[in-house]
Structure formats: C-alpha cells, structure tokens
C-alpha cells in the first residue's frame, strides 16, 4: 500500500493557517494595548499642561510642533528653506497678525497655499514664527 502524498502538504497548510489565526489574535491584542496605552498619555499630558496653567513656552511649543509636522517639509526643519523660502528671521519681517494673515490666505508669489493649518493652530504657528529673529 502506498502513502498519499497529499497529507503532509494538507498538514502544513492546516499548521499554517492555524499559525496565522494566533498571530493574527495576538497583534490585536497587543494594538488594544498600545492604543491604550497612547491614550493614557495623552490624557497625562492634557492634564500636566492644564496643572502648568498654559505658559507661553507652552505655546511656544505647541506652535513649533505644528510648523514640524505641516510646514518644514517646504520650509526646512531648521527654517532655512527647501522649496519654499527661508523662515528662520520671518519674525523680523513680519507681525504674528501678517504671518496669521500669510498662513490663512497663502502667499501666492511664492507657491504657498493657504488654509494648510487653521485656527488656534495657525495662531500658535503664527506666534512662534513671530519670536524666530
């Protein structure tokens, strides 16, 4: 009597989709986790930045994380331009109202357009740019 050759192929193709059923399981346990996890600090964060009474430096931050994550990608990391102009003395050229104003409507001469980042996050952005001399 011969053995079939197909048995051990199903068995690997069993083991295999097993395996990929616990991993599967595992990873989504483990992205609850993180989640979770995100959201605890984020909670911590917000509360040590209402316990601190919301500083200027705060602000100050705030408007320079925003300028990283929407705008260095033309203006550079350290403000001194990529495809768009230089910013690192803008606040000798500008008020943070001008700069407010430029962040709004855009700067059409030099490609910018406007409405990239709005509100509170334009007024920090806007603020900070201000105080880089």
Do not use: R
């Amino acid at each position: 009597m011969q053995k079939n050759p197909v048995i051990p192929y199903a068995l690997i193709a069993g083991i295999g989709i097993l395996l990929v059923i616990v991993v599967s399981f595992v990873g989504l346990d483990q992205q609850e986790a993180i989640q979770e996890e995100e959201n605890g600090e984020e909670q911590g964060e917000q509360q040590d930045n209402q316990s601190e009474g919301g500083g200027e430096g705060e602000t100050a931050a705030d408007g320079e994380e925003i300028f990283q994550s929407n705008c260095a990608s033309c203006h550079g990391q350290d403000l001194s331009g990529a495809a768009g102009p230089a910013l690192d003395t803008v606040g000798s050229k500008y008020s943070q109202e001008e700069i407010e104003q430029i962040i709004a409507e855009g700067f059409p001469d030099a490609g910018m357009p406007g409405g990239l980042v709005q509100g509170e996050e334009a007024q920090a952005v806007a603020q900070w740019l201000s105080e880089q001399q």
